[in-house]
Structures are given as C-alpha cells and as structure tokens.
C-alpha cells in the first residue's frame, strides 16, 4: 500500500519551461490537493478537487493549472515557470469531505526555477 | 492567509522532557489537526480534535482545544531524539470551501 507517490523527487527548470508534477494515490480517496511549502510560510494551498473531473482553486492558483481525470491521479503543471514558483509541492488526499479527516500527504517535489 | 499560527517557531529541549505548542486561529472552526513533518519528508497526521471537544490523547500526544481562546495545545510527553520534527496546526474552517489552512509550525529538537 503506497499511498500517496509523488513523482518526481526532485527538478530543476528554466524559466519559461513547463513541466507537470504527478500524483497518485491508491486508497481510493475522493478528495487530492496541492500545497506548496516556502520557508517560514507553512503550507499554502494551490488547486483540489473533490472528485474525479472536478478542480478547484485554493489560495495560490496564478501560474498554475490541474487536471483530475482519473480518481487515483492529480496532476499539476506549470506552464511557463518563473523564480518564484521555486518551492516544495506537496499533494495531499483525504478519505471524506475536507478537512473533516486527516490528510495523507506524499513525500514532496522539490522544484528549483533558474 | 494562515488560519493557525504556531508558538514558539523553534523549541529545544532535553530528551525525556515534556514538549508543549500553541496554536492560535482566528476563525471559528469544525475541527484542529496536528501534523509532524520529519526534515525533507511529507507531514504525516498525528491527532484531530472536533470543536466540541475539549481534549484528546493518543500515546504520549496530547491535545486541547480552547474555542473561546481560539487556541490549542500540542503536548509530546517523556520526548524522544525521534521526536524531532517540524509540528503543524491545521484548521478546517466552517463555510463552504472547507480545506484544511496550516500554520508555520514549531520546529522540535529533542536533544539526547
């Protein structure tokens, strides 16, 4: 049981490249978000969805777009990157309506924008 | 816009010591989670308490919640060089949208 996987570990970009971030999940879990996690901030909350087909946007949206076309996958892309969307993305999932259990995190993408 | 706010940002302390944070929101809230993040790894849940509860435990955590004070507590007692952590509040706010608004966490050193 795996959980949570986020791919990739780690990337580096050039700004003005694109690039997509995969999640996946196996514990058949309605609900995936995306954070992103800069020093001294916590965690903010990008885009989620609350079921297959649906996206929604969180705190942080600009720059970035989702797609939710299968239950068990989230994916996030960056479309033209910049400096500033240098950070660690975490996605997230939950069993039932939001926030009413706890969220099971992957292990992160740490992104570099040069 | 962070819900919770974590107190203090960094605490060090002797290994078999208790360890106490704060959490503070400012919003009214369905309920308050904990989570720990270990250095470069995902935050992993620890404990939830609803707003009609006052306190909860699990193992050597223990959690309060004080609505009127919009506040909470995240105790780790007989603490471990393990228990060295990154430890977050999170709140799930009331009204539509729901998701989960994370503090800035208090950084944990446990030292042995």
Known sequence: NAGVTQTPKFRVLKTGQSMTLLCAQDMNHEYMYWYRQDPGMGLRLIHYSVGEGTTAKGEVPDGYNVSRLKKQNFLLGLESAAPSQTSVYFCASSYGRQGAYGYTFGSGTRLTVV | ?112
């Not at chain 2, 919770?4 to 302390?13: H, K, N, T, W």
């Not at chain 2, 105790?75 to 706010?93: E, K, M, Q, V, W």
């Open chain 2, 1 to 112: 816009s962070q819900q919770g706010e974590e107190d203090p940002q960094a605490l060090s302390i002797q290994e078999g010591e208790n360890a106490t944070m704060n959490c503070s929101y400012k919003t009214s809230i369905n309920n308050l989670q904990w989570y720990r993040q270990n250095s470069g790894r995902g935050l992993v849940h620890l404990i939830l308490i609803r707003s009609n509860e006052r306190e909860k435990h699990s193992g050597r955590l223990r959690v309060t919640l004080d609505t009127s004070k919009k506040s909470s507590s995240l105790l780790i007692t007989a603490s471990r060089a393990a228990d060295t952590a990154s430890y977050f509040c999170a709140t799930d706010g009331r009204g539509s949208a729901r998701q989960l608004t994370f503090g800035s966490g208090t950084q944990l050193t446990v030292l042995p």
